[in-house]
């Protein structure tokens, strides 16, 4: 194991003590963007998916637009139709069937899906990783049951 170890030794450190301090920094501003950006998309895919969870079970989910404006979405024939639940302020909608556009593309919302997926995660990120094992097993063992249920459907 890692516990004969005698120094705490990260990716940008090497870089330093091997390339200088220009690269360090610049090995900074590239490991920390690529990791934010990666942080975004997980965040906002977890949250597709919550809302899409939501929405097959109470056949819509809700949110609070703070940029509501009408969308429109043009058929197969080529004709401009208004995307219902785009301009209000508090619109339902559901998820799982987008045939008509969805009411909150190009919107500012924030979903029930984003509540749920903060109301989870936000308590676990208080804690090291070593603190919140519990969740972790919990969370495997849930993925591999998804697995499970997936394979045994195909």
Request: glycine share 8%; hydrophobic share 50%; charged share 10%.
């Amino acid at each position: 194991g890692n516990e004969f170890f005698n120094a705490h030794v990260e990716y940008t450190t090497i870089v330093k003590y091997y390339f200088g301090h220009k690269w360090y920094l610049a090995c900074q501003v590239g490991l920390n963007g690529a990791l934010q950006s990666l942080n975004m998309i997980s965040v906002i895919q977890s949250v597709q998916v919550m809302d899409n969870a939501i929405s097959a079970v109470f056949g819509k989910t809700c949110a609070l637009d703070l940029t509501p404006f009408q969308n429109y979405w043009i058929d197969a024939a080529g004709a401009r139709h208004a995307t219902p639940g785009s301009t209000g302020v508090l619109s339902c909608i559901d998820t799982t069937s987008l045939e008509a556009g969805n009411a909150w593309g190009c919107h500012v919302v924030v979903t029930a899906g984003y509540l749920a997926v903060a109301a989870l995660a936000i308590p676990c990120g208080r804690w090291n990783l070593d603190d919140n094992m519990a969740i972790q097993t919990a969370a495997l063992g849930l993925t591999i049951l998804c697995w499970l249920v997936w394979i045994a459907a195909s």
